[in-house]
């Protein structure tokens, strides 16, 4: 009877020790396992519950929510609970109040795992030479702004460097089958006059379309007066950086992106809805 008294005992410290030490693992800071993006956890959860739906899945912003991966990094944990707990006035920010503390925190602590808080990774190539191909031969510039310069039909990058990976960057780069999303539609229009216009499509009704055109200027048309209306289903972005660029090139493109994305935080308000 005392061996079998002394193996259950023993056996009750070894669960014992094993419960505290799986306690001790959820208490890690934001960047511990079960809030990463990579592996999910109760912070994803409750982020794609109540979050994503404005914010994206990735953060990353749309029609109905700003960009909270690139444009919260200035603010400390204690102003996003303020955020999420009493929403912004005059806003399209709501508050959570059903929400409890620790979900709160998780929800920040997984926010934080995205915007890759804490982690240098560094620049595979020469951002000068990136910096040539971009406003240059790669004619990256014709759709996209970065820090101020560029084009207006695809998403501006300036902050998007700081909050990726160099491996996530050139993928997104070299990809080959892409979905323009959500107003990032490309059309042509025959304006009453017979004049062809080229261009993202911003804003639509059943009545109504705004184009944006290469020049930055916008362009309202009723519908019923146009002669021709088309749409392209494929995305602006070539599909072959993967054969123009060679290896040294991409890597410098990645790290000029990756260097303004960095410097853009720097300079990020603090308040991003205002």
């Given at each position: 009877?005392?061996?079998?008294?002394?193996?259950?005992?023993?056996?009750?410290?070894?669960?014992?020790?094993?419960?505290?030490?799986?306690?001790?693992?959820?208490?890690?800071?934001?960047?511990?396992?079960?809030?990463?993006?990579?592996?999910?956890?109760?912070?994803?959860?409750?982020?794609?519950?109540?979050?994503?739906?404005?914010?994206?899945?990735?953060?990353?912003?749309?029609?109905?929510?700003?960009?909270?991966?690139?444009?919260?990094?200035?603010?400390?944990?204690?102003?996003?609970r303020n955020i999420v707990a009493k929403g912004?006035?005059?806003?399209?920010?709501?508050?959570?109040?059903?929400?409890?503390?620790?979900?709160?925190?998780?929800?920040?602590?997984?926010?934080?795992?995205?915007?890759?808080?804490?982690?240098?990774?560094?620049?595979?190539?020469?951002?000068?030479?990136?910096?040539?191909?971009?406003?240059?031969?790669?004619?990256?510039?014709?759709?996209?702004?970065?820090?101020?310069?560029?084009?207006?039909?695809?998403?501006?990058?300036?902050?998007?460097?700081?909050?990726?990976?160099?491996?996530?960057?050139?993928?997104?780069?070299?990809?080959?089958?892409?979905?323009?999303?959500?107003?990032?539609?490309?059309?042509?229009?025959?304006?009453?006059?017979?004049?062809?216009?080229?261009?993202?499509?911003?804003?639509?009704?059943?009545?109504?379309?705004?184009?944006?055109?290469?020049?930055?200027a916008f362009h309202f048309f009723q519908k019923?007066?146009?002669?021709?209306?088309?749409?392209?289903?494929?995305?602006?972005?070539?599909?072959?950086?993967?054969?123009?660029?060679?290896?040294?090139?991409?890597?410098?493109?990645?790290?000029?992106?990756?260097?303004?994305?960095?410097?853009?935080?720097?300079?990020?308000?603090?308040?991003?809805?205002?």
């Amino acid at each position: 009877m005392n061996r079998i008294s002394n193996s259950l005992t023993r056996s009750l410290f070894g669960a014992t020790l094993l419960v505290v030490a799986l306690f001790a693992t959820c208490r890690l800071p934001a960047q511990d396992w079960w809030n990463s993006p990579k592996t999910g956890g109760p912070g994803q959860r409750i982020f794609e519950a109540n979050c994503a739906g404005c914010h994206g899945l990735d953060g990353r912003g749309g029609d109905k929510g700003v960009d909270i991966v690139g444009n919260l990094t200035n603010l400390n944990d204690a102003k996003l609970r303020n955020i999420v707990a009493k929403g912004i006035t005059g806003t399209a920010m709501p508050a959570f109040p059903e929400l409890n503390p620790q979900q709160v925190r998780s929800i920040i602590a997984y926010l934080r795992a995205m915007q890759g808080v804490g982690a240098a990774e560094k620049l595979p190539g020469d951002p000068a030479r990136g910096k040539t191909l971009f406003f240059g031969t790669a004619g990256c510039f014709r759709c996209h702004t970065l820090s101020g310069e560029g084009g207006f039909l695809g998403p501006d990058l300036s902050s998007y460097g700081g909050n990726s990976s160099a491996g996530g960057i050139r993928e997104a780069i070299t990809k080959r089958d892409r979905v323009p999303g959500a107003g990032y539609r490309f059309g042509t229009i025959t304006t009453p006059q017979g004049e062809r216009l080229e261009g993202m499509i911003r804003n639509e009704d059943n009545f109504s379309i705004q184009l944006l055109t290469k020049d930055g200027a916008f362009h309202f048309f009723q519908k019923a007066d146009l002669q021709k209306l088309e749409r392209l289903d494929r995305s602006l972005m070539p599909s072959d950086y993967g054969k123009r660029l060679s290896p040294t090139e991409l890597n410098d493109l990645v790290s000029f992106i990756m260097q303004s994305g960095s410097n853009a935080r720097k300079t990020t308000p603090e308040n991003p809805w205002e």
